[in-house]
């Protein structure tokens, strides 16, 4: 709007969160602008020595047409503008956040134009920068975001089922492993490692040259697993005698540890090295079926020749037979009968094919995999594979049995941890490997609450969040009920992609969370379009609800048609093979 057109507006008040403007005349005040005047409309607000602030429509309402008004111009037709200042362009055009640089009263008000859009959304320094979105409200102006500042901070991405999330944690993933032209040209492979954990299987169209790991080709050895993973795999804590229960088995790992590596000092119950569960499992056995003399308390073995050469703290390994009670002369041994349902649940989870990648992994060659395959089994993680380097691991957890998917979560995200702390105290100049890890559907492995069962994958995952970027591991939190997902995590992330959401309390703790308090942009959380998103933090210059771009390769993640479906001739499902593959025979 040029001087010459400022009767067709007056401004009323100016304050730090508010600008209030009277419209006098709305077909002269929207007569110059290419874009429709709209709540969430950007307004530029300049003085005359060429400062201007940037401000959202935040509501609009008519204005009174009492007799006291009826003089003025347009009267009849005249209405409110209430907008929220977000940052300013300074008298070289270029857009700041924060601050009222502006001299009052303001003399000009306008719609913000293209150009002015463009130097708020498109800075110079091309090379920090990356775009997964165009402005909704003007889709000719692509919303650039600055890399470092998005994926060296933590994300979160929250979104009601059906709301595009998918898609749009594909497209951001996609943009931002884009190679340069250069290395498009030389067909060279970018430093980019992302690990996606996938709950629902449907991540690896997405990604075609990435590495797939699931339930058929994962191999995540048990004796990885720390005490915490351990225990809460295996130890029931609601059971009466659950405190012996995990004191028995941390003594027998232990000391299992220690029979396999004896030139290792330091051996302890969280030490990632391989041990023997079955011997474990022995070893328990042996001490609830134990007996000992009355006397000496000494075991009371059949035949102690079966144990010639075997070190005397290593016997309860070995298949042991124990001599029957016998009054004055053989007891019970100080276990006798305690783990009954302990060793049932034991033995039940070693026997069950369904855990075989946890339990009973093995190399190629067949053979069981120990402490010198932890090299390998990190590469596989981290998309270095020997049969090929990948940006991307898509561990696929659809197939993963529930009672142990917080577990797998917590070791690969623990993995991953320890790697890039270690690998920091190591690395020479200018060698940096940072990695994003994806957590899908986190209310399922991290909630608010949830007591002991996820307890190792919160710790986890919560370390991840409060220490991460200081080793070079960053986190995108993705969730359909943000509010049930801890809030340690949460409270931790920088930047959000917030998708449509209905549900109240999704609604509520959302905005408690986000950094800004922008009602005009914010209020449009249940509102939203498929594939938009309202964009905010670190990264951008502005709250802003941006329009997803379209992908080429989308992930498997499409609402069966349904009644499009029922209307199709019928079809003969194949039985055997889904019953094979829920069999796994």
Not at 242 to 254: D, E, P
Request: glycine share 6%.
């Amino acid at each position: 709007m040029n001087a010459q057109d400022a009767s067709a507006y007056r401004i009323v008040s100016v304050s730090p969160n508010q600008i209030e403007i009277e419209v006098l005349d709305p077909v002269s005040f929207k007569s110059k602008a290419d874009i429709p005047l709209t709540i969430g409309s950007y307004l530029k607000i300049s003085d005359d020595d060429g400062m201007a602030i940037i401000a959202i429509v935040k509501s609009f309402k008519l204005k009174d047409t009492s007799a006291s008004v009826l003089d003025e111009p347009g009267s009849g037709m005249s209405f409110m503008l209430q907008a929220q200042p977000v940052g300013f362009l300074d008298d070289k055009g270029d857009f700041r956040r924060g601050g009222q640089q502006i001299a009052i009263p303001p003399t000009n008000v306008e719609l913000a134009a293209e150009q002015t859009l463009k130097a708020i959304y498109q800075p110079e320094d091309a090379k920090k920068l990356f775009s997964f979105g165009v402005l909704a409200q003007d889709r000719n102006i692509a919303v650039t975001l600055d890399g470092d500042k998005f994926f060296g901070k933590h994300i979160a991405v929250v979104g009601a089922t059906g709301s595009g999330k998918s898609c749009t944690v594909a497209k951001i993933l996609q943009e931002g492993i884009a190679p340069s032209s250069d290395q498009t040209s030389r067909a060279a492979l970018n430093n980019a490692h992302i690990i996606i954990f996938d709950i629902h299987g449907e991540y690896e169209p997405a990604f075609p040259a990435a590495t797939n790991l699931s339930i058929d080709n994962l191999s995540l050895p048990y004796w990885l697993l720390n005490s915490e993973e351990l225990e809460e795999m295996f130890i029931e804590s609601g059971e009466s005698n659950s405190y012996n229960q995990a004191s028995m088995f941390k003594r027998a790992v232990t000391l299992n540890k220690q029979k396999y590596h004896p030139n290792i000092s330091g051996v302890n119950y969280d030490s990632p090295i391989y041990f023997s569960l079955t011997e474990v499992v022995r070893y328990i056995k042996n001490q609830n079926f134990a007996t000992k003399d009355a006397k000496t308390a000494e075991l009371k073995i059949k035949s102690v020749e079966v144990l010639a050469g075997i070190h005397r703290d290593y016997w309860l390994f070995e298949e042991i037979e124990f001599e029957e009670k016998a009054t004055g002369k053989v007891n019970d041994g100080p276990y006798y009968g305690e783990f009954h349902r302990f060793l049932s649940r034991l033995e039940t989870k070693v026997a069950d094919d369904r855990l075989g990648f946890l339990l009973t992994p093995r190399q190629i060659e067949g053979r069981d995999l120990k402490t010198e395959d932890l090299e390998d089994i990190l590469r596989g993680v981290l998309g270095y594979r020997s049969d090929g380097k990948a940006n991307v691991t898509v561990v696929d957890l659809s197939g993963i049995p529930f009672e142990v998917l917080s577990v797998v979560v917590s070791l690969i995200s623990r993995l991953t941890f320890d790697f890039a702390l270690h690998f920091k105290r190591i690395k020479g100049i200018g060698e940096e490997l940072p990695i994003l890890l994806v957590y899908e559907e986190a209310h399922r492995y991290v909630p608010n609450q949830g007591g002991a069962r996820f307890s190792s994958v919160r710790r986890s995952i919560e370390r991840i969040a409060k220490e991460g970027r200081k080793y070079g591991l960053s986190l995108m939190v993705v969730s359909q009920r943000p509010s049930e997902v801890s809030e340690t995590i949460f409270s931790q992330c920088n930047n959000y992609v917030a998708m449509r959401l209905t549900n109240p309390a999704d609604q509520a703790y959302v905005r408690k969370l986000l950094p800004d308090d922008l009602c005009g942009v914010t209020d449009a959380l249940s509102t939203l379009e498929q594939r938009e998103c309202i964009l905010l933090g670190d990264a951008c210059n502005l709250p802003t609800i941006v329009r997803v771009g379209e992908l080429v390769n989308k992930p498997d993640s499409e609402d069966i048609q349904f009644h499009t479906e029922w209307k199709k001739d019928w079809f003969e499902a194949t039985f055997a093979a889904v019953v094979k593959k829920m069999s796994k025979v």
